[in-house]
């Protein structure tokens, strides 16, 4: 399987944030955790980091 362009970059922009990005959001959300190329991309962005 050749590998997707997109994870790629998932993984090079998770460095140093894949901590924060995949914290537990809260008990009852489903997913229960954030990591998702989405949040790495907007936290990039706004520089800054909160739980949503």
């Given at each position: 399987?050749?590998?997707n362009p997109a994870?790629?970059?998932h993984r090079v922009l998770r460095s140093?944030?894949?901590r924060v990005w995949c914290?537990?959001?809260s008990a009852?959300?489903?997913p229960p955790y954030?990591?998702?190329?989405?949040?790495e991309i907007f936290f990039i962005k706004?520089?800054?980091l909160f739980y949503v």
């Open positions: 399987m050749r590998a994870l790629r970059k140093g944030f894949a914290e537990p959001r009852g959300c489903n954030a990591c998702t190329l989405g949040f706004n520089n800054a």
